[in-house]
């Protein structure tokens, strides 16, 4: 996923996946700082990785990747 947006002040991003944080560059652009945090919790406990790269006034990208666990009908071939 990609935006156009603000991007995410280089010394901040170490602090993009915690709860409740927003980075100073956010002024009136709505938001709790949990969704980021949310969404690294859910690819953590499905054995993922989330990565990103975000320039100021560019954007930023995430990247997610996922194991692929195949599944009992995939193995019986139903």
Avoid: W
């Amino acid at each position: 996923m990609s935006d156009q947006g603000i991007g995410i002040p280089e010394n901040e991003q170490k602090f993009l996946f915690e709860k409740f944080f927003r980075a100073n560059n956010t002024g009136t652009v709505q938001g709790t700082g949990l969704g980021l945090a949310i969404v690294r919790c859910d690819v953590d406990l499905m054995g993922g990785k989330i990565t990103f790269k975000s320039s100021i006034d560019k954007g930023t990208t995430f990247n997610v990747a996922l194991p692929y666990l195949e599944s009992d009908e995939d193995n019986t071939g139903h």
